[in-house]
């Protein structure tokens, strides 16, 4: 499973008009993954500037771009969130605290694609370092994590693939509307696309 390492590194280019398939979103929604609804202020209170240096150092040009890509990462872990645990709750499948626990070290790893060899409270501490130099609040770790866990147990219980899973999602029809300010929601690979994100805006750190 890799969490979005595509989505986080990508380099696009910034879309002047984003078509959406589906319907937009009300005002004030950043995105809607069926019946669940994702507030702009959802998005905008996990982005701040505490990690403006780190991130200008990671290769940010400017504060705008630093925001804009932030904003970005913060709305795929909170559509992930919703859209695994949709899936699995139509599968019949509730993830308990325990169910999920057991999922902790493979979500990091995959979320790192296999770079960091912490475990446990080691590897959260990795991952709060991260989000803070790409100026994310760290109060989105539990966030990412849960999204991880939810995409480790749906790959469990159907077998697939990191490859394979767009597909095995697809069979449960789930709906997902994203506000263009953010791009556009690709069900084939079950990413944000068509928002700038630069190529410093990784998960996978150079951090020691």
């Given at each position: 499973?890799?969490?979005?390492?595509v989505?986080?590194?990508?380099?696009?280019a910034?879309?002047?008009?984003?078509?959406?398939?589906?319907?937009?979103?009300?005002?004030g929604?950043?995105?809607?993954?069926?019946?669940?609804?994702?507030?702009?202020?959802?998005?905008?209170?996990q982005?701040?500037?505490?990690?403006?240096?780190?991130?200008?150092?990671?290769?940010?040009?400017?504060?705008q771009?630093?925001?804009?890509?932030?904003?970005?990462?913060?709305?795929?872990?909170?559509?992930?969130?919703?859209?695994?645990?949709?899936?699995?709750?139509?599968?019949?499948?509730?993830?308990?605290r325990?169910?999920?626990?057991?999922?902790?070290?493979?979500?990091?790893?995959?979320?790192?694609?296999?770079?960091?060899?912490?475990?446990?409270?080691?590897?959260?501490?990795?991952?709060?370092?991260?989000?803070?130099?790409?100026?994310?609040?760290?109060?989105?770790?539990?966030?990412?994590?849960?999204?991880?866990?939810?995409?480790?147990?749906?790959?469990?219980?159907?077998?697939?693939?990191?490859?394979?899973l767009?597909?095995?999602?697809?069979?449960?029809?789930?709906?997902?509307?994203?506000?263009?300010?953010?791009?556009?929601?690709?069900?084939?690979?079950?990413?944000?696309?068509?928002?700038?994100?630069?190529?410093?805006l990784?998960?996978?750190?150079?951090?020691?």
């Amino acid at each position: 499973m890799k969490l979005r390492p595509v989505v986080l590194a990508a380099a696009c280019a910034a879309a002047v008009a984003l078509v959406l398939t589906g319907c937009s979103p009300k005002v004030g929604t950043a995105a809607k993954v069926n019946q669940h609804e994702i507030s702009q202020d959802d998005v905008n209170d996990q982005v701040h500037a505490l990690g403006l240096n780190e991130a200008m150092a990671l290769g940010a040009t400017s504060v705008q771009e630093q925001v804009a890509a932030a904003r970005g990462v913060v709305l795929q872990f909170l559509i992930d969130e919703k859209l695994f645990g949709d899936v699995l709750a139509r599968m019949g499948v509730h993830p308990d605290r325990v169910m999920l626990a057991e999922q902790h070290d493979a979500a990091i790893d995959l979320l790192f694609n296999g770079t960091v060899p912490q475990t446990g409270a080691d590897a959260d501490k990795v991952l709060d370092t991260a989000l803070q130099q790409r100026g994310i609040d760290t109060d989105l770790a539990p966030t990412v994590l849960r999204a991880g866990e939810l995409q480790a147990v749906l790959l469990e219980r159907t077998g697939a693939s990191p490859v394979d899973l767009p597909a095995a999602v697809a069979k449960y029809n789930p709906h997902v509307d994203v506000n263009p300010r953010y791009g556009s929601w690709d069900a084939s690979t079950l990413m944000l696309v068509g928002l700038s994100l630069p190529s410093f805006l990784s998960l996978s750190p150079n951090i020691s």
